[in-house]
């Protein structure tokens, strides 16, 4: 059985910085590529970031590039997503997700098989 785990998320202020987690059991961590997701309230689920399997290639949402970063340690089967200089607007659920390929994740969500439960992140002004 696949679970996928996230930790981290908390109440910041403006400015401020937070690093989730995901722990993925269940599967070959390393041959998968992972993404965080947000959705805030009111709002559909949107990408923000993705990691290929091997960690070279990362990928980013406008929104977020240059603030945050996606990494993943494939010997701790874990995902990363380190979120600096927050925004109230980055106020959501944010939720990781396990996929067969990049395309996936930044493409066809429709087509993703596992997800977290998701961890929430409040950022005060």
């Known amino acids: 059985q696949v679970q996928l785990v996230e930790s981290g998320g908390g109440l910041v202020q403006a400015g401020g910085s937070l690093r989730l987690s995901c722990v993925v059991s269940?599967?070959?961590?390393?041959?998968?590529?992972m993404g965080w997701f947000r959705q805030a309230p009111g709002k559909e689920r949107e990408f923000a970031a993705a990691?290929?399997?091997?960690?070279?290639?990362?990928y980013y949402a406008d929104s977020v590039k240059g603030r945050f970063t996606i990494s993943r340690d494939n010997a701790k089967n874990t995902v990363f997503l380190q979120m600096n200089s927050l925004k109230p607007e980055d106020t959501a659920v944010y939720y990781c997700?396990?996929?067969?390929?990049?395309?996936?994740?930044?493409?066809?969500?429709?087509?993703?098989?596992?997800w977290g439960r998701g961890t929430q992140v409040t950022v005060s002004s």
């Open positions: 997700a396990l996929a067969d390929s990049i395309r996936v994740l930044t493409t066809d969500t429709a087509s993703i098989d596992y």
């Open positions: 990691i290929t399997y091997g960690g070279n290639n990362k």
């Open positions: 269940g599967r070959i961590f390393s041959a998968y590529a």
